[in-house]
Structure formats: C-alpha cells, structure tokens
C-alpha cells in the first residue's frame, strides 16, 4: 500500500490520532496502519482515554536504512535545476532526501524528475487533502535530520526572516525545530540589496547556515557578480558535515611521522633495484593520524598515489634520500616506518647505461643501505617516543618478525604476509599481526583480514591509546 488516505473523522477521533502519533514519534498514517495491522492480528489495544502529550518535538523516525534525511526545499529561480544534481551528490552520500518544489520552482524543474531521483513522494501544495490530513507540513519539518533550501531565493529569504508561513515550503521552515542550511541564489543586485542583507543578517541571527553564494557568472546576459548557487557538490559537502560532524581528534597536538611505499636504488641511468611496494597502507595510515587530529609528515618512496589532503608529503627515491628526510622530520611524537626499503643498493652507480659484452653481465657490487628504523630507533636525543616498524615477510612470519623486534630496537613491529598468494604487495587488503613489548614479553596481537584503510585506523586508534596513556 502506497498511501493511506482516511476522510470523515470526527475531530475527537483526529485528535486522538494525533496525540497518540506523537507520543510513539510517528506520523498519524503510520499510525493509523499500525492500529489496522493490531487488528489484523488480534491485538485490540484495551480502551484508553487521550494521552497526554509532551511538548517536547517527537524524534524523527529513524530511515530504513538508518541513514540520515534531508527534507530539500527547491526554490523558483534558474539555479532550480542544480538541485536535481544536489539530490544525486547527496544519494551519492548515503542521505535520503524528500523534496518539497515551491510554485515557482516547478517552472523550472518537475516534481516527476525530482521524484525520479529521490525515490520519494515530492510535496508541492500546504494545502494537499491527502499529506495535510495529518498536518504533514509539521512532519515534514521534523521528520528530517536537516532541511536544505536550494536553491533559497531572495523571497523565500524574506519569508524566513519575516516569519511568513503562506506556501508549503514557508511553512515547513516556520514549524522547523531541525538545522537549517540555505544555499542563496540570486542575481548581485538582488544579494546586495539592503533588505537582503538585512533579511540575511536576520538569519544568521536566528542560526540559520549558510553555504555560498559564489562569484561568478549569471543566467542573465552580461550579468556577473556575487550571488551564483554553490555548486551541489559544495551544498551536498556542507550538508554532509552537519550531518556527521568531524569525530573526536585523540592524536591533536601530536606530530607524525610515516614513511610508505618502496626506494628505488640506481644501477644506472636507466635500471634500478627495487620491490613491489604500492604505499596504499603507508598512505592509509597517514591519512587516519591525518584524520586523528595529528600534524602529519610522510616520506614516500615513489608511488603511483596522490598526495593526501592536509598532508606535508616529501617525495624522495632512495633509501639515503628517506633517512635524510627522516632525520630533518625530527622531532615527532610517534614515527611509523611502513615503507620497504631496499636493503642493498650498487657500490658504485653507472653514468652511462651498462651495455651487455661478450663477457656476459658486469658485475654488480651491492653495499647495505642505512638500516633507517634501528637509526631512528636507537637515537640517544630526538628518538620519538613510539617508534613502529614493519616486517613483510614471506615464511616463518612471527618467527622473523621476533627476531626483527630484537634487532631493531623499536617499541611496536607490524608484521604482514607478503607472499605473492595474499595479493598484500600492490593489492587494498592486508593481514597484520601487532607486536609490542609487556615487561620483558613480546605479545602478539593477529587481526583479521582488513582492507587497508580499516587497518590503519585500527593501529592509529592503538597509537592514540597508548599516547594518550603515555602523557
């Protein structure tokens, strides 16, 4: 059953539908089915005088999903049609969206193609028999974790502001106890005009968010300024972070250090040595510190990944080059060495490609690299507090990861399989197991297969434990 519509109740009866909705945080339809559907099955609800009700608003309804909702009030003007994209970049989010079109907003867009693409029933008219049975102008102000107005033209501004209630999208805005974001769209004459500013200001006031407008060109010919929509990525970003506020930043004030991805050793001009290392796990972990609240620093080998946002990437080639960037790196709070330097590199470069002989292949004289995690490790002054390295090995895993933690002399070693049957080098899945020191133990700590996203923030969610019990 799409809808229910019930016509002909006595006021007595409406308004104990509405009393008895309200105190179970539902709308009176949904309501009135759950009483039917009591019936059906036999359970009659013994007779009971109204309810008394509490003025406080009912709590939104939760979505089938448990994702959250957004009633989207389109207003009249060209900018309209951006909000068919808006309700697609929020989908794209994981947020439901119920659309409320003004008059004038149905000039420019349908109520059909906004239907089409958000998956829901569009609202147009206050005065609609069948959703104002139940007042569904309250409920489309409440049911709804945040209303967005996109466009918000300069009269439905004025409106707000005035605390006007003559049209469905007004009144829902006046009977809103939800956030409410605008994103203004108008032409630069219209944003600048006093009254305007003045309804703006207003707004503002009253803590009502706003996003844009943006400088650019409009609709009219030859006309350009302040007062361009922000783009629906932008609104769909701004609703997104109301929505789901940044979580807590246990690693705030701390610095971080990670390295990632392989170092590539010269032979000469043309050939190097080096391993299959992507960076994806070093770059996972340096986004969640990131995202931790951390100031992050990553050395990275050469890699085919973009730099991550907010982020002070240096990009280095060798093993010596990564030392050296480590070294000026100094200090940190926590030093995470996940890259997989190359333990040997060619005594002596070649200027010019090595050309094949008749003696066969020249030979190739390989010296040890810098062992950077016991350089950093065993520092007498600026060794980081939490130093952790990684073992990739391909047999006897914990056994070699042991010996590793033995010699190096860091706080915590992840170990990881990196055969080529786990698909670990190169691939977004990896298996680690956690060794750290209790006393004079090593405990070991195996987690199970995890994207490597997910095993980064398990490890920064370890590291802002053991920091925050350090300090």
């Known amino acids: ?78 900018a309209a049609y951006k909000a068919l994209d808006l309700i697609r970049r929020l989908k794209e989010r994981h947020i439901e969206v119920r659309c409320v079109l003004t008059k004038a907003a149905q000039q420019f867009v349908t109520p059909l193609a906004a239907s089409a693409l958000s998956h829901e029933r569009v609202y147009t008219d206050l005065f609609d028999a069948e959703s104002e049975f139940d007042a569904g102008h309250i409920r489309l102000a409440r049911e709804c974790d945040l209303i967005v107005v996109a466009p918000a033209t300069a009269d439905l501004m004025a409106k707000m502001a005035q605390g006007h209630a003559d049209d469905l999208a007004s009144a829902i805005l006046l009977a809103a106890n939800r956030p409410i974001l605008l994103a203004p769209a108008m032409n630069p004459l219209m944003w600048n005009n006093p009254a305007t500013r003045r309804n703006v200001l207003q707004l503002r006031r009253d803590d009502v968010h706003t996003v844009g407008p943006n400088a650019g060109e409009m609709a009219e010919a030859g006309e350009a300024g302040v007062g361009r929509m922000a783009e629906p990525t932008e609104i769909a970003a701004a609703a997104d972070r109301m929505l ?29 040595i080096a391993n299959r290392s992507s960076g994806k796990q070093g770059f996972a972990i340096a986004a969640a510190a990131h995202a931790a609240g951390a100031d992050v620093v990553l050395v990275a080998g050469p890699v085919e990944l973009d730099d991550p946002s907010g982020i002070a990437v240096m990009r280095v080639e060798s093993a010596r080059d990564m030392l050296h960037r480590v070294e000026a790196a100094l200090p940190v709070d926590v030093a995470i060495f996940a890259a997989a330097v190359a333990d040997w590199r060619v005594a002596s470069e070649g200027s010019q490609k090595l050309k ?13 690299n810098p062992d950077i995690l016991a350089t950093i490790s065993k520092l ?63 405990t070991v700590d195996s987690w199970p297969v995890m994207t490597k996203e997910e095993v980064a923030a398990a490890l920064v969610s370890r590291i802002a434990r053991s920091v925050g019990t350090a300090s």
């Open 356 to 368: 094949k002989t008749t003696a066969g292949m020249p030979p190739l004289q390989l010296v040890e």
């Open 380 to 442: 007498k002054e600026k060794r980081p507090p939490l130093v952790i390295g990684f073992a990739a090995e391909t047999e006897h895993l914990i056994e070699n990861a042991k010996a590793k933690f033995a010699r190096k002399g860091c706080d915590w070693i992840v170990a990881n399989d990196v055969s080529p049957a786990t698909g670990v080098m190169g691939g977004d899945r990896n298996t680690v197991h956690l060794l750290a020191r209790e006393g004079k133990e090593v």
């Open 244 to 272: 789901r506020p940044p979580k807590a930043q246990p690693l705030s004030g701390k610095r971080v250090l990670v390295t990632a991805g392989p170092t590539h050793e010269a032979i000469d001009p043309v050939r190097y």
């Open 1 to 78: 059953m799409a809808s229910l519509t019930i016509r002909k109740l006595d006021d007595e009866l409406k308004a104990y539908l509405r009393l008895r909705s309200a105190r179970n945080g539902r709308s009176v339809e949904e309501e009135v089915r759950v009483i039917l559907r009591d019936l059906a099955d036999g359970r009659v609800e013994p007779a009971e005088g109204i309810p008394a009700v509490s003025t406080a608003p009912a709590p939104r309804p939760a979505s089938s999903a448990g994702e959250p909702r957004i009633t989207l009030i389109i207003g009249g003007g060209i």
